[in-house]
C-alpha cells in the first residue's frame, strides 16, 4: 500500500500560480506512475496529467496543456504540479495518484492509490 498527502492548495485570483506538492509513504518503491486528477462540484474526476518512474515523460490534458508542470522527486517520494495562469475553471478539488503496474494513463480506474484531494479555487 501507497499512503498519498497533497498540499498547497489554496485561493488564488485568475491569473495568479499554485504549486501542488505530494508525499508517499509506504510501499513507494512499488509505485510507477503517478498522476494529478480534479473534480469539480457535480462532475466526474478528469485527468490532468501524468508522469512516468523515471520523471522523463509527462502527459498532459489539453485543457492544462502550456499551463500545468509535473514533476517528480523520486529520492523524497514526492511529485509536484506546478499551476500557473490559472482560469476559474480550475477549481476543483485536486488529487493525488499512484499507479503500481503499467505505463502513464489518463483513466482513474488504472491509479491504486489516491489522497485525499487539496481544494483549489481561482477566483475571476
Known amino acids: 500500500q501507497v499512503q498519498l498527502v497533497e498540499s498547497g492548495g489554496g485561493l488564488v485570483q485568475a491569473g495568479g500560480t499554485l504549486r501542488l506538492s505530494c508525499a508517499a509513504s509506504?510501499?513507494?518503491?512499488?509505485?510507477?506512475?503517478m498522476g494529478w486528477f480534479r473534480q469539480a462540484p457535480g462532475k466526474e474526476r478528469e485527468f490532468v496529467a501524468a508522469i512516468n518512474r523515471s520523471g522523463g515523460y509527462t502527459y498532459y490534458a489539453d485543457s492544462v496543456k502550456g499551463r500545468f508542470t509535473m514533476s517528480r522527486d523520486n529520492a523524497n517520494n514526492a511529485v509536484y504540479l506546478q499551476m500557473n495562469s490559472l482560469k476559474p475553471e480550475d477549481t476543483a478539488v485536486y488529487y493525488c495518484a499512484a499507479r503500481m503496474m503499467g505505463p502513464i494513463s489518463t483513466r482513474v480506474a488504472d491509479f491504486n492509490s489516491w489522497g485525499q484531494g487539496t481544494q483549489v479555487t481561482v477566483s475571476s
Open positions: 509506504g510501499r513507494t518503491f512499488s509505485v510507477n506512475a
